[in-house]
Nanobody, 125 residues
C-alpha cells in the first residue's frame, strides 16, 4: 500500500487548505483512512478519520466544525479540508490507512498500519 499526502503549504491564520491523500496498491473497501499531525518533539496526534465503507467520520475535538474529511471512491482519494487555521496547527500532516474499526477506535494510532510521508502545513500569525 502506498499513501501519498499532498496539499500542504504556507497559509495565514484564519486561512484554509485542502490536503489530499492518494492511496494505491490496495482496495480501501475494508479500511479506515485517517489524518494525523506531528510537530518535532511531540507525539503524533489524531486529527480526523473516515471509514471507507460507510463514510463514518470522526474528528479531534479541537478541529470539529473547522475541518472536514471526505473521500472520493472513484479516485481512491481522501481529502482534509481545513478552515480557520491557527498557528498552533503548524505541523507535518500524515495520512494513514488501517483496518476498518468501530467508531470509538478511529482515533487510535495503533489501528493504522500504513503511513504516507507527510505534508507540511505552516500557519503564520
Amino acid at each position: 500500500v502506498q499513501l501519498q499526502a499532498s496539499g500542504g503549504g504556507l497559509v495565514q491564520a484564519g486561512g484554509s487548505l485542502r490536503l489530499s491523500c492518494a492511496a494505491s496498491g490496495l482496495s480501501l473497501s475494508s479500511s479506515v483512512v485517517g489524518w494525523f499531525r506531528q510537530v518535532p518533539g511531540k507525539e503524533r496526534e489524531f486529527v480526523a478519520a473516515i471509514r471507507w465503507a460507510d463514510g463514518t467520520t470522526r474528528y479531534a475535538d479541537d478541529v470539529k466544525g473547522r475541518f472536514t474529511i471526505s473521500r472520493d471512491r472513484a479516485k481512491n482519494m481522501v481529502y482534509l479540508q481545513m478552515s480557520s487555521l491557527k498557528p498552533e496547527e503548524t505541523a507535518l500532516y500524515y495520512c494513514a490507512r488501517g483496518r476498518s474499526v468501530a467508531y470509538y477506535a478511529l482515533s487510535w494510532k495503533n489501528v493504522y498500519d500504513d503511513w504516507g510521508q507527510g505534508t507540511q502545513v505552516t500557519v503564520s500569525s
